[in-house]
């Protein structure tokens, strides 16, 4: 089992918070738990010298560390980022990779798309030789 990491901004009453319990609820059907600490965030956005603060929830979900839970993941969190209308969503993958999730982002695990290279040159993963040739 792996563990992957998603941060949101929080509060108790408002339309964060309401994000934030739907994205609970996904990541609960997903993968059929998770843990919720809450906790504060902090950042100096580039070029500004005023410190930001804001409550967060960080949610911990174990998963196989599979290709589709990453994307599952990185589908959640853009759709919390959508919803709760973030610039940036913290993503930790169960590879340890951390991605700030935001518009026109992919998912990015930080592993080598082969399929992915191998589909653009149109080639299939699967076939024997590819597999031969990668292996060599």
Not at 83 to 101: D, I, M, P, S, T
């Amino acid at each position: 089992m792996k563990e992957a990491r998603i941060i949101c901004p929080f509060d108790d009453l408002g339309p964060l918070g309401q994000a934030c319990h739907q994205l609970i609820q996904h990541l609960l059907a997903a993968f059929g738990g998770l843990t919720q600490t809450a906790g504060n965030g902090f950042w100096i956005p580039k070029g500004e010298t005023k410190e930001y603060a804001e409550m967060i929830r960080v949610l911990d979900v174990a998963y196989d560390g599979s290709i589709e839970g990453d994307n599952k993941l990185f589908d959640m969190a853009n759709a919390y980022r959508i919803e709760a209308k973030q610039q940036e969503v913290y993503l930790r993958y169960g590879n340890g990779h951390v991605q700030f999730v935001k518009e026109g982002s992919k998912m990015e695990n930080g592993e080598f798309d082969w399929a992915g290279l191998m589909s653009d040159l149109g080639h299939d993963i699967d076939d024997p030789v590819v597999l031969e040739q990668i292996a060599s």
